[in-house]
């Protein structure tokens, strides 16, 4: 009776600096479960970009307008242009009016005097402004991160599951459910004017950029894992 009570204590300890490791840990009749959590700064190294285009024209000038718009998109970067809207109507005059959005990623260093560039482009009947500016992380900086904290978290259950097999000799451990969980912290955008507005994603309209915006250019990944283990006696 005093070697049982004498490791039922051991257990109890052992158990409790799991606990510590862990974020949670409970023990059931036939399954322990625990949450792990880990975190990760990613970086966003490009911005998509998106360019408004206004003409008003002549059904004649459609074709040298379509080679001015995209001379001044090259202007902007040589970079692929993709054309994601393109509305068009026509007044009483037999006057055109194009409503167009182009949208391509740049590198975040390109983003410096880009609203000079592309006020510069405007002529009579052709009007280009920056639409929107989105520096968030590509999908594939995403990816990689969430790839490494899954195999962090793996290994620190694959650690748990040793120490918790050790103090329970007689029983295995077996993975029963493994859940992933993430979620973001998001970056307060500071302006000039001493204004604060919190995004899932920085998002600048139109030549705000030249306003004196502070942009945030990493974002901390939290992955969480909800683990089960069976008790197989």
């Known amino acids: 009776m005093l070697m049982k009570k004498i490791f039922l204590l051991v257990c109890f300890t052992f158990l409790l600096n799991a606990a510590a490791t862990a974020h949670a840990i409970e023990m059931e009749e036939d399954k322990i479960s625990l949450n792990l959590t880990e975190e990760a700064w990613i970086t966003a190294k490009t911005a998509e970009v998106h360019i408004a285009i206004h003409a008003s024209i002549r059904p004649q000038e459609a074709k040298r307008t379509i080679n001015k718009i995209n001379n001044g998109l090259e202007k902007i970067s040589k970079t692929k242009w993709r054309f994601t809207r393109f509305n068009t109507s026509r007044d009483k005059t037999d006057t055109e009016k194009w409503q167009i959005t182009a949208q391509t990623r740049l590198d975040t260093k390109a983003l410096t005097g880009i609203?000079?560039?592309?006020?510069?482009?405007?002529?009579?009947?052709?009007?280009?402004n920056i639409e929107t500016i989105v520096i968030d992380p590509a999908?594939?900086?995403?990816?990689?991160?969430i790839s490494h904290l899954r195999k962090t978290i793996i290994a620190k259950a694959m650690d748990e599951k040793n120490k918790l097999q050790t103090a329970m000799p007689g029983n295995k451990l077996r993975l029963k459910t493994l859940r992933f969980r993430t979620s973001h912290h998001n970056p307060v955008v500071q302006t000039s004017h001493k204004r604060t507005m919190e995004m899932n994603i920085l998002k600048v309209r139109k030549n705000n950029l030249s306003q004196g915006y502070e942009l945030p250019l990493s974002k901390k990944l939290?992955?969480?894992?909800?683990?089960?283990?069976?008790?197989?006696?």
């Open 115 to 128: 609203s000079a560039i592309v006020n510069n482009l405007s002529a009579p009947g052709l009007r280009f």
């Open 222 to 233: 939290f992955l969480s894992a909800d683990i089960e283990f069976a008790i197989v006696k």
């Open 139 to 145: 999908p594939q900086t995403y990816a990689e991160a």
